[in-house]
């Protein structure tokens, strides 16, 4: 085998009892182990070659040449870290959706073989295979954040859990872990159209199910329809937009033309409560879709199918974008599957996810001569610094503190007035706009949804 200027021997054609290989393809399936090898530690080849001529396979010979230790693996470092870094105590918390992130890098199928290795054995090469693997199945993105969750993790078991882990400060490879591919800025933005034609469809197929889904289910389900039509009318990020508890959704004491919508400032990028008011018309159109959406009492306004009263979970982040995709017929279940089709191609509209709509929004603000309106509606300024625990309150408790709450919340929109009539003014242009538009479409819409059929 050539290794950069030299050649390495891994086995013999003859004679047979020299670690023979007599066919083209064991010798090939050798290859990328050995320069692993010889990338990460040459001193290991030998063994390794032994291991493998005596009658291991090539994964077995790799892992025949490891110690037996009983330090953590990945995942109970990653464990370890969001348990010690979610208490109140913590001297640096993480936010929700950053335990989300790494438990969702944690869960890719990409990382099966490395949550499971002890993190004292983990080798640069291995990590960065699955970084490629993550981002040729996933994107730019994924990897990237692959690489930054697993160098999170390892830095504070190192720092904090080295007994534990094994870990030490003399050999912290995985500093040296990057990614070399870019970003690109996305451009998309869904005109209003765009926007209310995938709506139609949505509603078409809240009883139907779509061609070519072999589960035969209806194509969107309840409370992803109301998480669908909350996130376009109020342009928020996915995690934190659907993270709207029901006591933070209430009537306006100060203006009966408008709700208010708060979100705790550890469900915001920001870091930063953020306070949205919600016009009458959006209230209207809202409340019905939300009373649909199966509720097993939860706190919720827009809560997971999958949750009960022991375990209560909002819509998942992902629920919209990936209903987006069913529709384009690219849903695993549809793949290579005959009937499936690219419905929203068959209605002249392009891709979209649910983040493209901040563009969206900005564009109609600017076209209205309202610039700073779109900055109001996304931005975070408001800081709310008390985390008040209502789980722990006995139901008289937490109706005052309910109370106590829409109280502080409201205080705190009105106190910044002049963002406060920006929002409005910005919340009523946008959402005026998306709903006249679907009161529109709503004549031809069985020609429109014929075409879908």
Same mark, same amino acid.
């Given at each position: 085998?050539?290794?950069?200027?030299?050649?390495?021997?891994?086995?013999?054609?003859?004679?047979?009892? *020299?670690?023979?290989?007599?066919?083209? #393809?064991?010798?090939?399936?050798?290859?990328?182990?050995?320069?692993?090898?010889?990338?990460?530690?040459?001193? *290991?080849?030998?063994?390794?070659?032994? !291991?493998?001529?005596?009658?291991?396979?090539?994964?077995?010979?790799?892992?025949?040449?490891?110690?037996?230790?009983?330090?953590?693996?990945?995942?109970?470092? !990653?464990?370890?870290?969001?348990?010690?870094?979610?208490?109140?105590?913590?001297?640096?918390?993480?936010?929700? !959706?950053?335990?989300?992130?790494?438990?969702?890098?944690?869960?890719?199928?990409?990382?099966?073989?490395?949550?499971?290795?002890?993190?004292?054995?983990?080798?640069? #090469?291995?990590?960065?295979?699955?970084?490629?693997?993550?981002? @040729?199945?996933?994107?730019?993105?994924?990897?990237?954040?692959?690489?930054?969750?697993?160098?999170?993790?390892?830095?504070?078991?190192?720092?904090?859990?080295?007994?534990?882990?094994?870990?030490?400060?003399?050999?912290?490879?995985?500093?040296?872990?990057?990614?070399?591919?870019?970003?690109?800025?996305?451009?998309?933005?869904?005109?209003?159209?765009?926007?209310?034609?995938?709506?139609?469809?949505?509603?078409?197929?809240?009883?139907?199910?779509?061609?070519?889904?072999?589960?035969?289910?209806?194509?969107?389900?309840?409370?992803?329809?109301?998480?669908?039509?909350?996130?376009?009318?109020?342009? +928020?990020?996915?995690?934190?937009?659907?993270?709207? +508890?029901?006591?933070?959704?209430?009537?306006?004491?100060?203006?009966?033309?408008?709700?208010?919508?708060?979100?705790?400032?550890?469900?915001?990028?920001?870091?930063?409560?953020?306070?949205?008011?919600?016009?009458?018309?959006?209230? +209207?159109?809202?409340?019905?879709?939300?009373?649909?959406?199966?509720?097993?009492?939860?706190?919720?306004?827009?809560?997971?199918?999958?949750?009960?009263?022991?375990?209560?979970?909002?819509?998942?982040?992902?629920?919209?974008?990936?209903?987006?995709?069913?529709?384009?017929?690219?849903?695993?279940?549809?793949?290579?599957?005959?009937?499936?089709?690219?419905?929203?191609?068959?209605?002249?509209?392009?891709?979209?996810?649910?983040?493209?709509?901040?563009?969206?929004?900005? @564009?109609?603000?600017?076209?209205?001569?309202?610039?700073?309106?779109?900055? @109001?509606?996304? !931005?975070?300024?408001?800081?709310?610094?008390?985390?008040?625990?209502?789980?722990?309150?006995?139901?008289? +408790?937490?109706?005052?503190?309910?109370?106590?709450?829409?109280?502080?919340?409201?205080?705190?929109?009105?106190?910044?007035?002049?963002?406060?009539?920006?929002?409005?003014?910005?919340?009523?242009?946008?959402?005026?706009?998306?709903?006249?538009?679907?009161?529109?479409?709503?004549?031809?819409?069985?020609?429109?949804?014929?075409?879908?059929?």
């Amino acid at each position: 085998m050539k290794y950069k200027d030299w050649s390495k021997v891994i086995g013999f054609i003859y004679p047979k009892d *020299q670690r023979p290989i007599t066919a083209a #393809g064991t010798a090939r399936a050798m290859v990328p182990f050995v320069k692993g090898i010889l990338d990460d530690n040459p001193k *290991q080849l030998e063994p390794w070659l032994v !291991a493998r001529h005596n009658g291991l396979d090539n994964k077995k010979a790799l892992e025949n040449m490891r110690p037996v230790v009983t330090t953590w693996t990945l995942q109970q470092c !990653a464990d370890s870290m969001i348990e010690a870094r979610t208490k109140a105590t913590a001297q640096s918390p993480l936010r929700k !959706a950053s335990v989300d992130e790494i438990k969702r890098t944690m869960s890719r199928p990409e990382m099966k073989d490395l949550v499971e290795t002890a993190a004292v054995l983990l080798k640069r #090469g291995e990590v960065e295979k699955v970084r490629d693997k993550i981002e @040729a199945s996933s994107g730019i993105s994924a990897a990237k954040k692959c690489v930054s969750n697993i160098r999170s993790i390892l830095n504070y078991c190192c720092e904090y859990k080295s007994g534990d882990s094994g870990l030490d400060h003399k050999d912290m490879w995985w500093e040296l872990l990057k990614t070399d591919s870019k970003i690109i800025a996305r451009t998309r933005t869904p005109s209003i159209v765009d926007i209310v034609k995938t709506l139609q469809l949505a509603a078409y197929y809240l009883d139907h199910p779509l061609p070519g889904r072999v589960d035969g289910k209806h194509g969107v389900r309840d409370n992803v329809y109301a998480a669908m039509w909350w996130l376009i009318l109020t342009s +928020q990020r996915t995690s934190a937009g659907l993270a709207l +508890q029901k006591v933070d959704f209430y009537p306006d004491p100060r203006d009966d033309g408008f709700y208010l919508a708060a979100w705790d400032e550890e469900a915001m990028k920001g870091k930063k409560t953020h306070v949205l008011p919600i016009p009458l018309r959006v209230v +209207q159109h809202m409340l019905p879709l939300i009373e649909a959406a199966q509720d097993h009492g939860s706190k919720w306004a827009f809560p997971s199918e999958r949750g009960s009263e022991d375990h209560d979970i909002c819509i998942s982040r992902t629920a919209v974008r990936q209903f987006i995709v069913r529709l384009q017929g690219r849903d695993p279940l549809m793949k290579g599957k005959e009937a499936a089709r690219d419905l929203l191609a068959e209605a002249g509209v392009l891709h979209w996810t649910p983040h493209d709509l901040r563009r969206s929004i900005t @564009a109609v603000m600017d076209d209205n001569g309202i610039p700073g309106g779109a900055s @109001a509606v996304l !931005a975070h300024e408001i800081k709310l610094s008390e985390h008040l625990g209502e789980d722990a309150l006995t139901e008289a +408790q937490r109706e005052e503190w309910a109370a106590n709450r829409m109280a502080k919340i409201t205080k705190l929109a009105y106190g910044g007035g002049t963002f406060l009539k920006l929002k409005k003014t910005a919340m009523t242009v946008w959402t005026n706009a998306v709903l006249d538009a679907w009161e529109a479409i709503q004549v031809p819409r069985e020609q429109f949804l014929e075409a879908a059929e």
